[in-house]
């Protein structure tokens, strides 16, 4: 029994000290990697912009224009910049968090546990290979409209059309090969991409200014008042629309993905976040703005949505400079989608939750070239078989699911105690220090106990314990999220459907008590959340009115999703499906999340007691050694310091 109380103190120590080792390499705030960090705060800022602004801007504001929202699309820009906003502040938070590659998976990761990470991180995976091959398939037909549709008329004469419900019309031979040489372009290394980005982020940037300015001048507000008015669809043609513009926006995420790649992501993350979101919000608003003053709605093509505005007006040397906007926008989104999208799958693979062959990286351009290589493939096969407009609403849904579990891992941090708070800033150098293990002592108050350290109920709410129990601190906070995210997609569920019993002279009296109960419920969850006392962690950027911003965020995400069209949620429990066969068969037999030193060692403060997690938080297994060490020492009837002063002795 000796000597296996020595071997776990040796291998105790062992892994301290190489835990210790690997947080010097954060005494910058920069965590070691195997990617080069070589990125700035405007190399991230405008891989953000470049990724959102591409075929939203030019092919999506047409078609909900015509089909959804009208010139409402404006609001439908609006409410879905804002939906997205309130998401981008939780990632900038925990961007100076955890300045790792994988977005939102690894923030799913280190704070709600490895399977819902896995869930995201699937859906990121799907997310970023449906945007880059519906960007394609927009690329290749602007250059097909450019030259009056000679190429997909070549295809379909020479071919012929495939006639499947949710296949394109015909194959798309020139958005395979874009996709793959873009993907062989960002084997070269992440400088020279990022260089390459940026150049043609500026030239759309200019562009979008130029169809602002100069539509303007054609401008006829007879068009936002005649006819049907400003709303011709109503207000769920805002909220479908908003549903269906959140597409626009998903490419901030990329910037939480170039997190390993950072000079300082502590402080990049969050601004490149902050600044990238309010001028793609302000550019598509005054975009829709502009399209649907210079024509009517009704008479947009949805193909080619501005430059078909500008000739209406005669400005037919306009479709010259649009075209070239467009491709270098849609260029710089199909960047970011391939850029991102091996990010997260190495990521996953570093974990051990997919094939570890994935993580490899080339020890020349410091890029994951197999896994690159790879995604570029299925995204190109995906951009040559499918419909855009299939994929668009396919990939909303995974999108929509990942802002919800971010904006609710930032309350559940908020709340949790500081000294048991899983995340730990790459700016600290020290190692925390561990809670002691045991419960509190049984004349020592809960709220004494854990005083100041957060997660703690309120003095001023204790008429809330006969309701809420004595519990674990944080526990409360992070349940009462759950429900609140539940009933808000009951009442979202409601209003959707059941608006016709609302709507009625003389509402249905079950429609209406069931409202008041869930409207009344979401009211007590939000006083749960903030009768409970926050950590007071320092980092670089935090969320700010926290619990009320990312809540707020939580319900316009769930209530987005549920007006997304059935078929989207048939497709998405499909690929659940697939994804969870993976997970149980591979991912969790040769996950790495109990190793003493993982991938997350520099991040993460000493975890927790085992029997004091929340939602199965990724935790270490240090402590788990320490327990054995104890064990073994009680079982041989000798004081563990003995021993471990006859360890240093040794050494």
Not at 178 to 197: D, E, I, P, Q, R
Not at 222 to 229: C, D, Q, Y
Not at 382 to 407: C, N, P, Q, R, W
Request: hydrophobic content about 50%; overall charge neutral; some cysteine.
């Amino acid at each position: 029994m000796t000597g296996l109380r020595q071997r776990l103190l040796t291998e105790a120590w062992g892994g301290t000290w190489h835990r210790m080792w690997r947080t010097k390499k954060v005494a910058s705030g920069v965590m070691e990697t195997p990617l080069s960090r070589c990125l700035s705060t405007l190399d991230i800022t405008l891989l953000g912009i470049g990724h959102m602004v591409g075929a939203g801007i030019y092919v999506l504001t047409g078609t909900v224009a015509k089909d959804t929202a009208g010139p409402g699309i404006v609001l439908s820009f609006l409410l879905a910049g804002l939906a997205s906003f309130l998401s981008a502040l939780c990632y900038a938070e925990f961007g100076a968090r955890v300045p790792k590659a994988g977005s939102a998976y690894v923030y799913t990761y280190v704070t709600v546990g490895e399977f819902w990470a896995f869930v995201i991180g699937w859906n990121i995976i799907l997310e970023h290979m449906i945007g880059a091959a519906s960007v394609a398939r927009a690329w290749s037909g602007y250059v097909d409209s450019f030259f009056d549709k000679a190429l997909s008329n070549f295809t379909m004469s020479t071919i012929g059309q495939m006639h499947a419900g949710y296949l394109a019309s015909y194959p798309d031979f020139l958005a395979f090969f874009v996709t793959l040489v873009y993907c062989s372009f960002l084997t070269l290394g992440v400088k020279g991409s990022a260089y390459f980005n940026s150049i043609f982020t500026l030239i759309n940037l200019c562009v979008m200014t130029f169809v602002i300015v100069v539509g303007m001048y054609f401008a006829d507000f007879s068009n936002w008042t005649s006819g049907e008015g400003f709303l011709p669809f109503g207000f769920s043609g805002i909220i479908s629309g908003a549903a269906t513009c959140f597409y626009a926006f998903v490419g901030f995420d990329s910037i939480a993905t170039a997190g390993e790649e950072a000079k300082e992501p502590a402080k990049s993350i969050p601004r490149a976040t902050l600044v990238s979101m309010s001028v793609v919000t302000a550019g598509y608003v005054l975009v829709g703005a502009t399209l649907t003053l210079m024509v009517p709605y009704y008479s947009l093509n949805p193909a080619a949505a501005i430059p078909d505005a500008f000739a209406a007006h005669g400005a037919t040397w306009a479709k010259y400079v649009v075209s070239i906007g467009a491709l270098c926008g849609m260029t710089t989104t199909l960047f970011g989608s391939l850029f991102s999208l091996p990010r997260c799958v190495y990521a996953m693979a570093v974990d051990g939750l997919i094939f570890s062959w994935l993580a490899r990286v080339s020890d020349k351009t410091k890029v994951p070239i197999i896994t690159l290589l790879l995604c570029g493939f299925f995204s190109a096969l995906i951009a040559l078989l499918f419909d855009i407009e299939k994929l668009v609403e396919f990939m909303s849904i995974g999108t929509l699911m990942a802002y919800t579990i971010v904006s609710a891992s930032v309350i559940i941090l908020r709340y949790q105690p500081a000294s048991r708070c899983n995340i730990k800033s790459p700016s600290h150098t020290q190692i925390a220090t561990p809670t002691p293990v045991g419960p509190p002592s049984p004349t020592t108050p809960m709220e004494d106990t854990m005083k100041g350290e957060g997660g703690e109920l309120r003095s001023t709410f204790r008429w809330l314990l006969p309701v809420l129990g004595q519990r674990e601190a944080g526990l409360v906070v992070a349940w009462t999220v759950v429900v609140f995210t539940m009933i808000s997609a009951a009442l979202c569920s409601l209003l959707q459907f059941g608006s016709d019993f609302l709507a009625l002279p003389y509402p249905a009296v079950w429609a209406v008590i069931l409202t008041v109960v869930l409207v009344i419920a979401l009211i007590f969850s939000v006083v749960v959340i903030t009768a409970h006392h926050q950590n007071e962690l320092v980092l670089s950027f935090r969320v700010p009115l926290v619990p009320l911003l990312p809540l707020t965020s939580i319900f316009f995400n769930v209530g987005l999703m549920m007006h997304l069209n059935p078929m989207t949620w048939l497709r998405f429990i499909v690929w659940m499906v697939l994804g969870l066969l993976l997970y149980f068969a591979y991912g969790q037999h040769h996950s790495r999340e109990g190793e003493p030193v993982s991938s997350y060692s520099t991040l993460l403060s000493e975890p927790a007691p085992a029997g004091n997690t929340v939602f199965g938080s990724v935790q270490h297994t240090l402590s788990h050694v320490t327990a054995k060490i104890a064990s073994a020492a009680s079982e041989d009837k000798k004081p563990i310091v003995e021993q471990d002063e006859a360890g240093n002795d040794d050494l």
